[in-house]
């Protein structure tokens, strides 16, 4: 569906504990993003990708880490989650031409940190 | 920092009634705004852009440079509307492109039967 698929759709973790999201498209676009979605946050990038290895910081990435080793896959890693990361993750992709910069969304990924 | 503002969380109205949900930008020049909606239960989707001018599901958005806004409008809310709105826009980076796509904290619209 819509070409983006995330994994795993739930998770239940212990604090302290790596985590890593995955995030996969078959649309072959150039820009990749992790969002997370919280209640009176509304949706806050974490981090982006506008190509192969080329990543960059977004508003709330303290504590995150990505990584883009190939066009289709986009990773997100919490090294040592925490309780105020328990959130819904929502991976984006777009091809990010002006005029044609839509977001695509996955279906998002709920993470439970306890 | 290049920013829109969406000032309400909740917005109650009844069935048939207009409908406006608030979106402010901060930034001059030419932006480019989306409206996007995430129905109980769905992915976040696109509703529109101000560059298309167009209408979906009856909801239409005016980009106003005077005041800086770019409202979500429907005259006669239905049942169905009742979903999570978020205004959008990718800013143009130094290079002059789009890159990240930063989005405001989103309204509830609750229509009530």
């Known amino acids: 569906d819509a070409g983006i698929t995330q994994s795993p759709r739930h998770k239940v973790t212990e604090t302290g504990t790596p985590v890593t999201l995955r995030c996969h498209q078959t649309e072959n676009h150039r820009y990749m993003y992790w969002y997370r979605q919280d209640p009176g946050h509304g949706l806050r990038l974490i981090h982006y990708?506008?190509?192969?290895?080329?990543?960059d910081k977004g508003e709330v990435s303290d504590g995150y880490s990505v990584s883009r080793s190939k066009t289709e896959d986009f990773l997100l890693t919490l090294e040592s989650a925490t309780s105020s990361q328990t959130s819904v993750y929502f991976c984006?992709?777009?091809?990010?031409?002006?005029?044609?910069?839509?977001?695509?969304f996955g279906a998002g990924s709920r993470l439970t940190v306890l | 920092a290049q920013r829109v503002t969406q000032p309400e969380k909740l917005l109650s109205v009844f069935k048939g009634a207009p409908v406006e949900l608030k979106c402010n930008y901060s930034?001059?020049?030419?932006?480019?705004l989306f409206w996007y909606v995430q129905y109980s239960r769905q992915r976040l989707q696109l509703l529109l852009r101000h560059i298309s001018r167009e209408s979906i599901k009856g909801f239409t958005a005016d980009l106003n440079k005077g005041e800086t806004s770019f409202h979500l409008k429907k005259p006669f809310a239905q049942e169905e509307d009742s979903a999570m709105y978020y205004c959008?826009?990718?800013?143009?980076?130094?290079?002059?492109?789009?890159?990240?796509?930063?989005f405001g904290t989103g309204t509830k619209l609750q229509v009530i039967p």
């Open positions: 930034y001059s020049g030419s932006p480019e």
């Open positions: 990708s506008y190509g192969v290895k080329d990543t």
């Open positions: 984006a992709i777009s091809a990010g031409a002006p005029g044609a910069n839509v977001l695509t």
């Open positions: 959008a826009h990718p800013p143009r980076s130094r290079s002059g492109g789009y890159q990240k796509v930063t």
